[in-house]
Nanobody, 115 residues
Framework: QVQLVESGGDLVQAWGSLRLSCAAS????????MSWFRQAPGKQRESVAT???????RYADSVKDRFTISRDSAKNTVYLQMNSLKPEDTAVYYC?????????WGQGTQVTVSS
């Protein structure tokens, strides 16, 4: 079955950096787009970044030029490099993919940015 396992969340000071990882299994990783979402307390889950199977990327305006999504097909892993972190980036970050008609989420990893 499809599994997405995030890691890398931590407490970091403002302007710091973190790299999140999402290890994927149970499907043909190279064939599907992968995304990162986040959900802050009291807010709706929002899309952060997406990378297509061809490697094209798109970002939310709020993270553009600070975050970079990438994928390693040899490791079936997608990454989110986060630089110049701000307190408003504090959230649980989720890995996401859609395979056929089914949507899959990881369990989430907490990122907390202190001012």
């Amino acid at each position: 079955q499809v599994q997405l396992v995030e890691s890398g969340g931590d407490l970091v000071q403002a302007w710091g950096s973190l790299r999140l990882s999402c290890a994927a299994s149970g499907f043909t990783f190279v064939s599907y787009a992968m995304s990162w979402f986040r959900q802050a307390p009291g807010k709706q889950r929002e899309s952060v970044a997406t990378i297509t199977r061809g490697g094209s990327t798109r970002y939310a305006d709020s993270v553009k030029d600070r975050f970079t999504i990438s994928r390693d097909s040899a490791k079936n892993t997608v990454y989110l490099q986060m630089n110049s972190l701000k307190p408003e980036d504090t959230a649980v970050y989720y890995c996401h993919t859609k395979v056929g008609f089914s949507t899959y989420w990881g369990q989430g990893t907490q990122v907390t940015v202190s001012s």
